[in-house]
Nanobody
Framework: QVQLVESGGGLVQPGGSLRLSCAAS????????MHWYRQAPGKQRELVAG???????NYGDSVKGRFTISRDNAKNTVYLQMNSLKPEDTAVYYC?????????????WGQGTQVIVSV
């Protein structure tokens, strides 16, 4: 079983930046896709950014041009650089990976990290 550990959340002022990290640990697995989602109070969980199976990245419309997803394959880690943060970016951010063990595919979610954008 692959476990995800997220870090980097916190309180930041509008216009500020944060960098989230999500590290996957386990054995015998191969990561397929990696995504970041977020969920604000009273709202549904939404896609923020992700790496696609066929290559490339995709972003939610509200974060395009401000957020950047990156990865370090050697460390099985995905990052989310968040710039020009707005109060509406306040949410719990979750990473999700799709991975393969042998011939089977699985999804794993992180525990979430809180981001608060406020003066």
């Amino acid at each position: 079983q692959v476990q995800l550990v997220e870090s980097g959340g916190g309180l930041v002022q509008p216009g500020g930046s944060l960098r989230l990290s999500c590290a996957a640990s386990g054995s015998g697995f191969s990561i397929n896709t990696m995504h970041w989602y977020r969920q604000a109070p009273g709202k549904q969980r939404e896609l923020v950014a992700g790496f696609l199976f066929e290559g490339g990245t995709n972003y939610g419309d509200s974060v395009k041009g401000r957020f950047t997803i990156s990865r370090d394959n050697a460390k099985n880690t995905v990052y989310l650089q968040m710039n020009s943060l707005k109060p509406e970016d306040t949410a719990v951010y979750y990473c999700k990976i799709n991975y393969r063990v042998g011939t089977l595919w699985y999804d794993s979610w992180g525990q979430g990290t809180q981001v608060i954008v406020s003066v």
